[in-house]
């Protein structure tokens, strides 16, 4: 590596720079490479040449190990430490002046004992290391809806997931130094000690500091850190929402595209529906599904009053295990080249493999060791895949657009065995507001020992939401503007179960029926039945032709159960309340006058 690092006795500034235009940067990075002393610092450039050194150094120290070069060329896997395979929202921090603004749904500390704590750990870290700098653009390089942010680190494996996620390299400096304000991130893997690990983010200073992991959530700082928590703040101090949605363009036999943005907790489908494909019905008529986004949704108001949309990442960093060709065949073919895996299996020919492959036996487990299925899963569950957008055969060169997409619905969802119907239109905005505030999944037995307790994920944000959820929730609400011009709201539920414990709902491909019910609402083309908790479609109104619904499934799936909702606008209303009187009133109000009306 040493080829394309500069030593520390060298200037720490940006290669090319003039010094005043990036004086804030290099003195931020010399300040930090004081502290962390490294034997090197390297400015990452985003290079063809400087991306394969960085492999070829890894792949000589053993952090990546290259997998078959005929079935996955370009491909390789990395295996984490064994106590480092997951984000740790336990000792994730969010440090701001008053403790009220970070609120009940975020672990608190004070920023200058936030400060104290991360720069006690980071002091003397990084010797005998290289110290990598990597400037980078969430969203497309050239898109006002955009922002940049500068990671310091110590792991080559974080660079070359950054240069597939992001936007890295020479450009992304080029636009810091136009506009001389980016989001600081500083990271070590230190000595890989969970005692030892935190991750402290500083909204009110646009800064994160991560210590400890080299897991993607708590690494790849542009991802959660900054497109959500930080992004999150930022977006409310300048009028724009920075959201844990999927983007998806909706293309009808006429040619004509609607883009959806739609918010899932986790193990709810988001990704599958991302890419999903067509029922074969409907690609014979001409519908087709285009990827924008899989995870992070960036909304600015245009000025025609709609809110447009970027992707503010530039690939996917997606869970392995059940990904297969039934379940979305779109992301295992976007995976088959050029892909970091991570924590996954390996076969006897040297492919990566996980549970719900279609295929393939693995002989060696993510620890390294030879696979026994009774001592766990070849993969870990929460092993991951790291590829470029734009190697999904749905991407949508609209995912470059500068000036975003529109967005015609806003949908959540979660996990639901009972009472939630397949799908529902809030009445109005301040409603729609209402639905993702009280969104959330149900446990099951088998996961906690009782049915049907609720867990409350508002907007799916639960974990990413950088202030007090109260004050997030008044943010949303200030939208509707007169003049503003906003997407329908949408509630599904494709989890629904019958007496039986089976699903009601094929999901899938089949998903594309209710899209399509949606947007025809947008357009005013489908009718609906109005009961208290929203809109539900009318009979004969969604397109079942082809599906097999039982009589159970269709009372279930498309009905309204008034008793069971009065216990979950009580539950609701219970929730709000957690939030003190920074809720705002018209949320509060909106929920009493549900509540009212399931009485009648």
């Given at each position: 590596m040493n080829a394309i690092s500069h030593d520390i006795?060298?200037?720490?500034?940006?290669?090319?720079?003039?010094?005043?235009?990036?004086?804030?940067?290099?003195?931020?990075v010399a300040q930090v490479a004081a502290l962390t002393r490294p034997d090197a610092i390297h400015w990452c450039d985003g290079s063809d040449a400087e991306n394969d050194a960085l492999i070829a150094q890894m792949q000589a120290d053993g952090t990546l190990i290259k997998l078959n070069e005929t079935t996955h060329p370009g491909s390789y896997l990395h295996r984490s430490h064994p106590d480092d395979v997951a984000r740790v929202e336990h000792l994730t921090f969010v440090c701001t002046t008053k403790q009220d603004d970070a609120g009940p749904n975020n672990h608190w500390m004070s920023p200058a004992d936030g400060h104290a704590k991360m720069d006690a750990l980071f002091d003397g870290c990084m010797k005998g290391r290289t110290m990598y700098v990597i400037p980078y653009c969430m969203g497309p390089i050239d898109s006002p809806l955009s922002r940049c942010g500068v990671e310091i680190t110590d792991s080559p494996y974080v660079v070359a997931n950054m240069r597939i996620m992001t936007r890295m390299g020479a450009p992304a400096?080029?636009?810091?130094?136009?506009?001389?304000?980016?989001?600081?991130?500083?990271?070590?893997?230190?000595?890989?000690?969970p005692e030892r690990r935190f991750i402290m983010h500083f909204p009110e200073e646009l800064t994160i500091k991560s210590f400890g992991s080299g897991y993607g959530g708590n690494a790849l700082l542009g991802k959660k850190c900054h497109a959500l928590r930080i992004a999150s703040h930022q977006a409310r101090s300048e009028g724009w929402l920075a959201e844990h949605m999927l983007i998806l363009g909706l293309e009808n036999p006429q040619g004509e595209t609607h883009y959806i943005a739609a918010a899932f907790p986790s193990a709810c489908g988001k990704t599958n529906l991302a890419m999903l494909i067509p029922p074969e019905g409907y690609r014979a008529d001409g519908w087709k599904v285009w990827t924008v986004g899989d995870d992070i949704c960036w909304m600015r108001p245009g000025s025609d009053g709609r809110l447009y949309a970027i992707n503010p990442e530039a690939g996917f960093f997606g869970v392995a295990p059940g990904t297969s060709g039934k379940s979305n065949p779109n992301a295992l073919k976007s995976i088959q080249?050029?892909?970091?895996?991570?924590?996954?299996?390996?076969?006897?020919?040297?492919?990566?493999?996980?549970?719900?492959?279609?295929?393939?036996?693995?002989?060696?487990?993510?620890?390294?060791?030879?696979?026994?299925?009774?001592?766990?899963?070849?993969?870990?569950?929460?092993?991951?895949?790291?590829?470029?957008?734009?190697?999904?055969?749905?991407?949508?060169a609209e995912a470059e657009n500068a000036a975003g997409v529109p967005i015609s619905a806003i949908v959540f969802g979660g996990r639901r065995p009972s009472l939630v119907p397949l799908v529902f239109e809030a009445r109005d905005w301040t409603h729609g507001v209402l639905v993702g505030a009280a969104m959330g999944s149900e446990t099951t037995a088998a996961a906690t020992g009782a049915v049907g307790v609720m867990r409350r994920d508002p907007m799916a944000m639960k974990p990413f939401c950088g202030y007090n959820f109260a004050d997030y929730f008044t943010h949303w609400l200030s939208f509707d503007q007169a003049d503003a011009k906003l997407p329908k709201i949408f509630h599904v539920n494709?989890?629904?179960?019958?007496?039986?414990?089976?699903?009601?709902?094929?999901?899938?491909?089949?998903?594309?029926?209710?899209?399509?019910?949606?947007?025809?609402?947008v357009e005013g083309k489908a009718g609906s039945v109005e009961t208290p908790i929203g809109h539900l479609p009318k009979d004969g109104e969604l397109n079942l032709d082809g599906v097999e619904?039982?009589?159970?499934?269709?009372?279930?799936?498309?009905?309204?159960?008034?008793?069971?909702?009065?216990?979950?606008?009580?539950?609701?209303?219970?929730?709000?309340?957690?939030?003190?009187?920074?809720?705002?009133?018209?949320?509060?109000?909106?929920?009493?006058?549900?509540?009212?009306?399931?009485?009648?």
């Open positions: 006795a060298k200037p720490a500034a940006a290669p090319g720079s003039e010094g005043s235009k990036l004086a804030a940067l290099n003195a931020w400096l080029a636009r810091i130094e136009r506009e001389g304000k980016f989001v600081r991130g500083l990271h070590s893997i230190g000595e890989l000690d080249s050029n892909t970091i895996f991570t924590n996954v299996g390996v076969t006897a020919d040297n492919q990566p493999w996980w549970e719900g492959l279609d295929d393939g036996q693995p002989v060696t487990d993510w620890r390294g060791n030879a696979y026994d299925a009774a001592k766990g899963p070849a993969a870990h569950p929460n092993s991951r895949f790291t590829v470029s957008a734009r190697q999904c055969p749905s991407y949508s494709w989890f629904r179960k019958g007496d039986d414990g089976s699903f009601l709902w094929p999901g899938f491909g089949e998903n594309l029926r209710v899209l399509e019910w949606m947007i025809q609402r619904l039982t009589d159970e499934a269709r009372a279930k799936l498309f009905g309204f159960e008034r008793e069971g909702w009065q216990a979950e606008f009580d539950s609701i209303g219970q929730y709000l309340d957690e939030y003190g009187p920074r809720m705002p009133q018209a949320l509060k109000d909106e929920q009493q006058r549900i509540a009212r009306a399931l009485q009648n």
